[in-house]
């Protein structure tokens, strides 16, 4: 079965650029969606189809998506988007998400 | 602005039924495919299932496949999840997300009903 693989945890100051990596067998041919789970809060979509943002979410949000890796780049990171970060991807018609990466804006 | 309401989770013991359901208003609920996503306590979002707009295509993650079954009713905007031969790996909070086509980006999500399977 397709397996995405994401870092565990990401730390940053706030103000800084973080990046969270998505890792697939050839990823770059499969459109990658990015979530936000703040706790106790349902997911929330950021990025979908590699790097386009869904209305209201912040332009510091961005996307890429080539070869087997796919990443999701917050600028200028901000307090509130300490939260756990999954990717996302289709696989003919089995959803598959990675495992997750916390980060930390210290 | 679209809205999903999870229910009919609860305590099961292992190897029964339970049936989730998700209303859903403030879009056209027959223009767009449905899933199901669930999440352990403490752990990552796994994908349960999905259904297209009109039932035509339905689809099950191999840790469900043959005991869960996902329907839809577009007369009555409600989604559900039928869980037989419940087990303790299916404990879980269960989503219920709205796709934005079919097979897409899941752009809103219910606020999810736990399910615990414990005898």
């Known amino acids: 079965s397709y397996e995405l693989t994401q870092p565990p945890s990401v730390s940053m100051s706030p103000g800084q650029t973080a990046s969270i990596t998505c890792s697939g067998d050839?990823?770059?041919?499969?459109?990658v969606y990015w979530y936000q789970q703040k706790p106790g809060q349902s997911p929330v979509l950021v990025i979908y189809r590699d790097m386009q943002r869904p209305s209201g979410i912040p332009e510091r949000f961005s996307g890429s998506n080539s070869g087997n890796t796919a990443t999701l780049t917050i600028s200028g990171t901000q307090a509130m988007d300490e939260a756990d970060y999954y990717c996302?991807?289709?696989?003919?018609?089995?959803?598959?998400f990675g495992g997750g990466t916390k980060l930390t804006v210290l | 602005e679209a809205h999903l309401v999870d229910s009919g989770g609860g305590l099961v013991q292992p190897g029964r039924s339970l049936r989730l359901s998700c209303a859903a208003s403030g879009f056209t609920f027959d223009d767009y495919a449905m899933h199901w996503v669930r999440q352990a306590p403490g752990k990552g979002l796994e994908w349960v299932s999905g259904?297209?707009?009109?039932?035509?295509?339905?689809a099950y993650a191999d840790s469900v496949k043959g005991r869960f079954t996902i329907s839809r009713d577009n007369a009555n905007n409600f989604l559900f999840l039928q869980m037989n031969s419940l087990r303790s790996d299916d404990t879980a909070l269960y989503y219920c997300?709205?796709?934005?086509?079919?097979?897409?980006?899941?752009?809103?999500w219910g606020q999810g009903t736990l399910v615990t399977v414990s005898s």
């Open positions: 996302q991807a289709w696989d003919g018609t089995t959803g598959v």
């Open positions: 050839n990823l770059g041919t499969k459109f």
């Open positions: 259904i297209s707009w009109n039932s035509g295509k339905v």
């Open positions: 997300a709205k796709d934005t086509g079919d097979w897409v980006g899941l752009d809103y």
